[in-house]
């Protein structure tokens, strides 16, 4: 992506279920791990209105489509990479007043988080 900031995300929680009971041994929390979530991927880029990739994220926004995404570390040469199905969340703008305009957009990943060498 031209113009890439920086990247947060994905971060993978576990969701909590509480089976704590009246009998539960010294009335300690009980519980077991449920769904693991995946979390939002987010970014910044230098806005550019005429950049093809900034439409697309916006096209994918707006018609909901389900992308293929992968975030390559900058770990050469190795290029370990993190790749993921998401759908495009946000797409915002930032004009400050000095300084360089910027897009900010976010993608919901669904389902697991693959990794990989080779970029």
């Known amino acids: 992506m031209p113009g890439l900031g920086d ?3 994905p ?3 576990v969701d909590w ?5 009246h009998d539960s041994p010294s009335a300690f929390e009980e519980g077991v791990p449920t769904i693991i979530r995946t979390g939002t991927v ?3 880029m230098a806005y550019d209105p005429a950049d093809a990739v900034q439409a697309a994220c916006l096209s994918d926004l707006q018609t909901k489509r389900l992308g293929t995404w992968r975030v390559v570390l900058n770990d050469t040469p190795t290029n370990t990479y993190l790749q993921f199905s998401g759908y495009v969340l946000s797409m915002g703008h930032s004009f400050p007043v ?7 957009f976010a993608v919901r990943v669904t389902g697991s ?7």
Do not use: H, K, P, Y
């Not at 279920?17 to 009971?21: G, I, P, S, V, Y």
């Not at 000095?98 to 900010?104: D, H, K, P, Q």
């Open 17 to 21: 279920l509480d089976l704590t009971a």
């Open 7 to 9: 990247i947060t995300g």
């Open 11 to 13: 971060d993978e929680t």
């Open 113 to 119: 988080i693959t990794t990989g060498t080779g970029g």
């Open 98 to 104: 000095t300084g360089a305009l910027t897009r900010n």
């Open 42 to 44: 987010a970014a910044s």
